[in-house]
């Protein structure tokens, strides 16, 4: 699929959101030298064609007791995808799942109080959907992101 033609101010604008999407209009057209209506009908524009779909706190989940942040690569019967994502979407603890290549073609982040607890949460709930060829890799550090 094919996305819409950017130009340079709607890459500047992107990158400036991307960054913090709490700006407001004013505070971008500040930073660009633009006008503020000019980045507004932008914004509207980017969100009308479905480039820009939201825009999501990043949380510090230390800070609130969440010591906790693990991947997990596993794989899924077929018959299992639909009622996985289901599952998965109603789930706090798991902040992101991401279908992917390779041999292991789901990822999911999950945090939790301790790993202990992320680990024995995987275990009680992951399991009946018949999750197999599993690696849980915790997150020792994000240095960028």
Do not use: H
């Not at 997990?72 to 299992?80: A, G």
């Not at 390779?102 to 275990?123: D, L, P």
Request: charged share 30%.
């Amino acid at each position: 699929m094919k996305g819409p033609k950017l130009d340079k101010l709607n890459l500047d604008i992107l990158d400036l959101l991307e960054e913090n999407c709490t700006l407001t209009y004013q505070d971008i057209a500040n930073r660009l030298n633009k006008n503020i209506w000019t980045v507004r009908e932008r914004i509207d524009n980017l969100k009308r064609k479905g480039v820009i779909q939201g825009c999501k706190a990043k949380i510090n989940y230390y800070m609130i007791n969440l010591n906790c942040k693990a991947y997990l690569f596993f794989n899924l019967p077929p018959d299992k995808i639909d009622d996985f994502i289901k599952f998965a979407k109603s789930q706090k603890m798991i902040k992101k799942l991401t279908i992917i290549s390779g041999e292991r073609r789901f990822f999911a982040e999950v945090v939790g109080e301790n790993c202990s607890y992320v680990r024995n949460y995987i275990k009680e709930n992951f399991v009946k959907y018949g999750i197999y060829d599993t690696s849980l890799e915790i997150v020792l550090e994000e240095p960028i992101g």
